[in-house]
């Protein structure tokens, strides 16, 4: 399971904002469930991948009427890629599975609050008639100015400009292997 697998699709099907909020919600829930359940520190964004599959496995869960016998396959394949690879981070004593677990509950969350909630809804067509259509109703929606990508680069940048303006800068070395 990589970022490179998952991510694309998640991207696709969430949209960008969905993606950068589930991704970042997932990162976060990883590294605290990470520091309060293990004494070893975390490194890495694997929780956050983990988070990005759990909210994939949602998606599919939640609508799975939408997408029959190939929703089923890819649910599951998803859940056992998951299985495997915290089967294999049990066994292995270097790598930190409550990141893991805990990225895969946030994502998880994310998706079941945010993510795509695919409902029919019936229309009325040009011939007089009713058509139904497929809507996403989430709960919650992610605001427009995070959901363009233009407008969340731009974003990123006053934040950029605003911390450098106000001396807001780290005393830690940008490569601190080299000395």
């Given amino acids: 399971m990589s970022m490179k697998n998952i991510g694309p699709e998640v991207e696709r ?3 960008n904002g969905r993606f950068f909020a589930t991704y970042f919600a997932a990162g976060a829930a990883g590294n605290i469930l990470s520091a309060v359940m293990s004494p070893n520190p975390s490194v890495g ?3 956050a991948v983990f988070g990005l599959c759990g909210a994939y496995s ?3 869960a939640k609508n799975g009427q939408f997408f029959g016998s ?4 890819g649910l599951n394949a998803v859940k056992s890629s998951m299985a495997s ?4 981070g049990f066994m292995s004593p270097g790598i930190d599975n409550w990141g893991h677990i805990g990225g895969a509950l946030g994502g998880a969350l994310v998706a079941h609050l945010m993510g795509p909630q695919l409902h029919l ?8 008639g009713h058509t139904e259509i497929i809507v996403d109703k989430p709960l919650l929606r992610v605001p427009q100015k995070v959901n363009s990508p233009d407008k969340t680069q731009l974003m990123f940048q006053r934040m950029k400009r605003k911390m450098q303006y106000d001396r807001y ?4 070395r940008a490569r601190p292997w080299e000395r």
């Fill in 13 to 15: 099907t969430f949209g």
């Fill in 45 to 47: 964004a694997s929780g």
């Fill in 58 to 60: 949602v998606f599919l």
């Fill in 70 to 73: 190939s929703g089923k396959r």
């Fill in 85 to 88: 690879n915290l089967l294999f």
């Fill in 121 to 128: 809804m019936r229309v009325p067509s040009i011939d007089g």
């Fill in 169 to 172: 800068y780290s005393d830690l």
